[in-house]
T-cell receptor
Framework: NAGVTQTPKFQVLKTGQSMTLQCAQD?????MSWYRQDPGMGLRLIHY???????DQGEVPNGYNVSRSTTEDFPLRLLSAAPSQTSVYFC??????????????FGSGTRLTVV | DAKTTQPPSMDCAEGRAANLPCNHS???????VYWYRQIHSQGPQYIIH???NNETNEMASLIITEDRKSSTLILPHATLRDTAVYYC????????????FGQGTTLQVKP
């Protein structure tokens, strides 16, 4: 089925561990982004990419790295997990036309707990 | 991207129309108004977007004022499944990219 696939759905990490959250889309969308959502809060943009090989920082980029080697994949890396990174992470994608605008498709989220 | 202002919460009776307001007084000419909703802890769901004309789809209608400084999302016949947090977002066109979420409006549909 077409859409945005995030893996894993749940993860528990110890402080200082590293991991990569995976995000893949099969809609040939140029634009991809990562958000985090803390309990009772709205979504905050971590990093985004407007195409393969191009990434940029969002509102809360510290502690996270991204890369975009293919159109389909946009992994998010936590180099040294901290309890403050306990959150739900959402990946999203969209067409990125020269003009006009399109809605985003979101994944179902990765629930990360850092102990 | 322009900032938006929404009421933190609203109630609506089941079967009635839900009208969710949004102010975006600093919107610029090439910025679109988007609406998303998030049901419980699921990923946000795109509802509708528009530039200056009113828009309608199978989910909702979007009414944008002539000066574009405010808009209203209308769910014509709200059901219990429409209980969610609704986000109004302004975003530039093309490759300007970023979609910045505010706090949204929590809509509670009551039987």
């Amino acid at each position: 089925n077409a859409g945005v696939t995030q893996t894993p759905k749940f993860q528990v990490l110890k402080t200082g561990q590293s991991m990569t959250l995976q995000c893949a889309q099969d809609m040939n969308h140029e634009y991809m982004s990562w958000y985090r959502q803390d309990p009772g809060m709205g979504l905050r943009l971590i990093h985004y990419s407007v195409g393969a090989g191009i990434t940029d920082q969002g509102e809360v980029p510290n502690g996270y790295n991204v890369s975009r080697s293919t159109t389909e994949d946009f992994p998010l890396r936590l180099l040294s997990a901290a309890p403050s990174q306990t959150s739900v992470y959402f990946c999203a994608s969209s067409y990125s036309p020269a003009t006009g605008s399109y809605g985003y498709t979101f994944g179902s989220g990765t629930r990360l707990t850092v102990v | 991207d322009a900032k938006t202002t929404q009421p933190p919460s609203m109630d609506c009776a089941e079967g009635r129309a839900a009208n969710l307001p949004c102010n975006h007084s600093t919107i610029s000419g090439n910025e679109y108004v988007y609406w998303y909703r998030q049901i419980h802890s699921q990923g946000p769901q795109y509802i509708i977007h528009g530039l200056k004309n009113n828009e309608t789809n199978e989910m909702a209608s979007l009414i944008i004022t002539e000066d574009r400084k405010s808009s209203t999302l209308i769910l014509p016949h709200a059901t219990l499944r429409d209980t969610a947090v609704y986000y109004c977002i302004v975003r530039g066109s093309g490759n300007t990219g970023k979609l910045i979420f505010g706090q949204g409006t929590t809509l509670q549909v009551k039987p």
